[in-house]
């Protein structure tokens, strides 16, 4: 396993742009597909968006397409999740996670950040 840490959530206006980090320890990052989640209250965790280990394949869920973005630096052990044209249905608790291999189901990951609150106001 690998451990995550996230940054950058917070509070910003409908229409504004956010950049969350995911920050990896050790030295197997670019084994992993990573993925970023997201909950919402009384919701279930929802795949956003995921980045093979060499960062050529991603996928979006619906919902952020053409506004989120997920660049991964592996020299960083960092992958980003960057938001644009938020909307206050992006307010949720982000997770980061890794998988050892590409998917997009919670379940096939089995390490996961603490979480990071994004709250888009309108």
């Known amino acids: 396993q690998v451990q995550l840490v996230e940054s950058g959530g917070g509070l910003v206006q409908a229409g504004g742009s956010l950049r969350l980090s995911c920050a990896a320890s050790?030295?197997?990052?670019?084994?992993?597909?990573m993925g970023w989640f997201r909950q919402a209250p009384g919701k279930e965790r929802e795949c956003v968006s995921t980045?093979?280990?060499?960062?050529?394949?991603?996928y979006y869920a619906d919902s952020v397409k053409g506004r989120f973005t997920i660049p991964r630096d592996n020299a960083k052990n960092t992958v980003y999740l960057q938001m644009n044209s938020l909307k206050p249905e992006d307010t949720a608790v982000y997770y980061c996670?890794?998988?050892?291999?590409?998917?997009?189901?919670?379940?096939?990951?089995?390490?996961w950040g603490q979480g990071t609150q994004v709250t888009v106001s309108s």
């Open positions: 980045i093979r280990r060499s960062g050529g394949w991603t």
């Open positions: 996670a890794a998988a050892s291999i590409w998917s997009t189901s919670q379940y096939e990951y089995d390490s």
């Open positions: 050790g030295r197997t990052f670019s084994s992993y597909t």
